[in-house]
């Protein structure tokens, strides 16, 4: 390797989430990763992990980490389960570089702190949301009993171990990037989102820990996600699947599927709109000509062709009447007096049914339009048994703590078998021997059949490791 004539000494240093080597010249010949642009050699951040070790051989002045070495003590007394053990330990053989898969209420997070604790070096972890951010933040401090730091909106204040969100670590990548030695991305399938992935590109971080119980599957589109992860978090290192931990560390469950019938009237409007929709789809000829992105040309076309917008209107018709058939509210009703001594989770496709249930059985609604304070409050009820049920469209869905549930009703939601999963998750928690149930309430000879069948035919694969699901 080459010095350049440069009076400084050759050395590393980061600068807004790039590698940049001062003082080596262009005929020198660094790894890979490393290109010559703008006279001098570069590369992405997320490189240093393979870097640093030809730093050192070639006595390069490494100016890259301010990230420390810390003195932690874990004050949560509890012993990890087995598959948690298990977790850590393929992490830690993978060089502290990869993914970990646990259902919801496995204690992903519990993990994560036995990794923080065992690592004990600067961490950041990232999270989708605020509320998430808020959890963390409390479980750390509780953990540690040390100042955490947090890292969103106004408040930023980075301490040795920070929380901050996947928009806020995206925005600020740049000014992060070096501090922490290990990164924690908690619901890692949103990483691979176009801007958010460059948060583990634009960090120098070494050791990176990603969690989530619902893994991007490796098909069609969900193949890039998961190269990606790949190459920026590193592989999954060790997965369970609910079955796996049902009845010991999860509680047993089974799934119901309910079917109703829309009303003569609800009828006649449903075809109505479905024949609108599948008219022009038809006729245009989108399926053969998009292959499986037919839906996304229909929905760009909507924009601008008076044919598509029809059709789309209808699609968002037929929709409405199926997520909110009032024969679902007939089998919500049975199902409240059924289970009224069991705390219940009502998950709807839309805000608009979310409320309107509220209304019809003064129970409480957590939406996204609830604020902070009173989301807080209604869980806390719900935790001390002044509220029997909540009523949400996807708020719920993952991330925020839910307290002790048995029972959820799903009466409307899309096809992805995430969804469903999460779902699933929130009345798992093992609490004695009780049994957790979810029933998913269906119109008969509507989308709503197709929806739920593509539903459930996905999931299998995060219920079960050989494919199969309770029924």
Avoid at 104 to 121: E, I, P, R
Avoid at 283 to 305: I, K, Q, V
Avoid at 423 to 436: C, D, F, I, T
Wanted: net charge positive.
């Amino acid at each position: 390797m080459s010095a350049s004539n440069s009076l400084l000494p050759p050395q590393a240093r980061f600068l807004g989430g790039t590698l940049v080597l001062e003082g080596v010249d262009q005929s020198a010949a660094p790894p890979a990763p490393f290109q010559w642009v703008n006279a001098k050699w570069r590369c992405p951040a997320v490189h240093y992990r393979s870097v640093w070790r030809w730093l050192q051989a070639n006595r390069i002045q490494n100016r890259i980490p301010r990230w420390h070495n810390l003195t932690l003590t874990l004050y949560d007394g509890r012993s990890p389960h087995d598959y948690q053990q298990e977790a850590l330990a393929a992490w830690q053989n993978a060089d502290r570089w990869g993914s970990v898969v646990l259902p919801t209420g496995a204690g992903k997070t519990f993990l994560a702190l036995q990794a923080v604790a065992q690592t004990a070096v600067s961490a950041l972890v990232i999270v989708p949301t605020i509320d998430l951010l808020h959890q963390w933040y409390a479980r750390l401090e509780a953990a540690f009993q040390l100042p955490i730091g947090v890292w969103y909106g106004q408040e930023k204040d980075a301490q040795a171990i920070t929380v901050t969100t996947y928009p806020s670590a995206w925005a600020h990548a740049g000014d992060l990037g070096n501090q922490f030695k290990l990164l924690i991305f908690d619901e890692i399938h949103h990483l691979p989102a176009p801007s958010w992935h460059e948060i583990a590109l634009m960090c120098a971080a070494p050791f990176r820990l990603g969690l989530t119980a619902t893994y991007p599957e490796e098909a069609s589109d969900g193949q890039l996600r998961v190269a990606l992860l790949d190459e920026l978090v590193g592989p999954v290192v060790y997965r369970k699947h609910i079955d796996d931990l049902t009845g010991e560390q999860l509680a047993e469950y089974r799934t119901e599927r309910i079917r109703i019938d829309l009303t003569p009237d609800e009828r006649a409007a449903y075809d109505a709109a479905y024949a609108a929709y599948t008219g022009y789809v038809r006729e245009t000829r989108l399926r053969e000509s998009h292959g499986p992105h037919w839906w996304n040309e229909y929905t760009r076309r909507s924009a601008h062709d008076v044919g598509a917008r029809r059709a789309k209107v209808a699609e968002v018709k037929l929709m409405e009447i199926v997520h909110q058939a009032r024969g679902k509210l007939a089998v919500l009703d049975q199902l409240l007096r059924e289970h009224r001594a069991q705390p219940m989770l009502i998950f709807t496709a839309h805000n608009r049914f979310a409320y309107e249930i509220a209304r019809q059985h003064l129970l409480p609604v957590i939406t996204h339009q609830t604020k902070a304070a009173e989301r807080k409050a209604i869980l806390d009820g719900f935790r001390d048994g002044d509220y029997r049920a909540i009523v949400t469209s996807r708020v719920l869905n993952e991330g925020v703590d839910v307290p002790e549930a048995k029972v959820a009703v799903v009466l409307g939601g899309s096809a992805t078998a995430r969804e469903y999963v999460q779902r699933l998750g929130r009345v798992l928690r093992k609490h004695g021997n009780a049994q957790a149930v979810l029933y998913e309430v269906i119109a008969r000879k509507t989308v709503d059949e197709r929806i739920a069948q593509q539903r459930r035919k996905g999931m299998k694969a995060h219920v079960s490791g050989d494919g199969r699901a309770k029924s």
